[in-house]
T-cell receptor, first 114, second 115 residues
Framework: AQSVAQPEDQVNVAEGNPLTVKCTYSVSGNPYLFWYVQYPNRGLQFLLKYITGDNLVKGSYGFEAEFNKSQTSFHLKKPSALVSDSALYFCAVSPSGGYQKVTFGTGTKLQVIP | DAGITQSPRHKVTETGTPVTLRCHQTENHRYMYWYRQDPGHGLRLIHYSYGVKDTDKGEVSDGYSVSRSKTEDFLLTLESATSSQTSVYFC??????????????FGEGSWLTVV
């Protein structure tokens, strides 16, 4: 069965510092990997995804994520955090090819401190 | 924002009463989903639909039913609401076979409280 682990319930970072939100996954075959962001009382917004190709994926709001197949990881990164980045972040995985079930992690709360 | 509208956005209901949540999309996407979000559990799939009148169970389907009579509408029904069904419910859509792959787009959520 496929699974996603977000090992940190909360990540605190000072404004202007680089941020990393960690995600590891388990899936049969090649993965599709996704990051979503959720602001309070809102739905999840799609940030970026890895399907194939370059291991470094760039997405919305200056975020990027690095796919590492050997470590089965897909960590979300941003070079310089903004207070407005404070939100709940979800990693998700599905097997590649056709329609496949998507599994979400439990989320990591990012707090950017002014 | 994806063209997904959920209604009602907030509802308080009594234990044992039926409740229906509605999801309407304007994207003509084939796949529609209902998830619930609870602290410590992340997002869990309740039911999904892969076409008109074609639905299947997710991982937490007990106590829920769904219907899809039109491409744009996907209804979630709690036949007899229980306190354990107090949650935030999200409708989502995706377009199988498109270049976007399995990217799922979410609605704004429906907050349900069962008292």
């Amino acid at each position: 069965a496929q699974s996603v682990a977000q090992p940190e319930d909360q990540v605190n970072v000072a404004e202007g510092n680089p941020l990393t939100v960690k995600c590891t996954y388990s899936v049969s075959g090649n993965p599709y990997l996704f990051w979503y962001v959720q602001y309070p009382n809102r739905g999840l917004q799609f940030l970026l995804k890895y399907i194939t190709g370059d291991n470094l994926v760039k997405g919305s709001y200056g975020f990027e994520a690095e796919f590492n197949k050997s470590q089965t990881s897909f960590h979300l990164k941003k070079p310089s955090a903004l207070v407005s980045d404070s939100a709940l972040y979800f990693c998700a995985v599905s097997p590649s090819g056709g329609y496949q079930k998507v599994t979400f992690g439990t989320g990591t709360k990012l707090q950017v401190i002014p | 924002d994806a063209g997904i509208t959920q209604s009602p956005r907030h509802k308080v209901t009594e234990t044992g009463t039926p409740v229906t949540l509605r999801c309407h999309q304007t994207e003509n996407h084939r796949y529609m989903y209902w998830y619930r979000q609870d602290p410590g559990h992340g997002l869990r799939l309740i039911h999904y639909s892969y076409g008109v009148k074609d639905t299947d169970k997710g991982e937490v389907s007990d106590g829920y039913s769904v219907s899809r009579s039109k491409t744009e509408d996907f209804l979630l029904t709690l036949e007899s609401a229980t306190s354990s069904q107090t949650s935030v419910y999200f409708c989502a859509i995706s377009d199988r076979g498109s270049p976007s792959g399995n990217t799922i787009y979410f609605g704004e959520g429906s907050w349900l409280t069962v008292v």
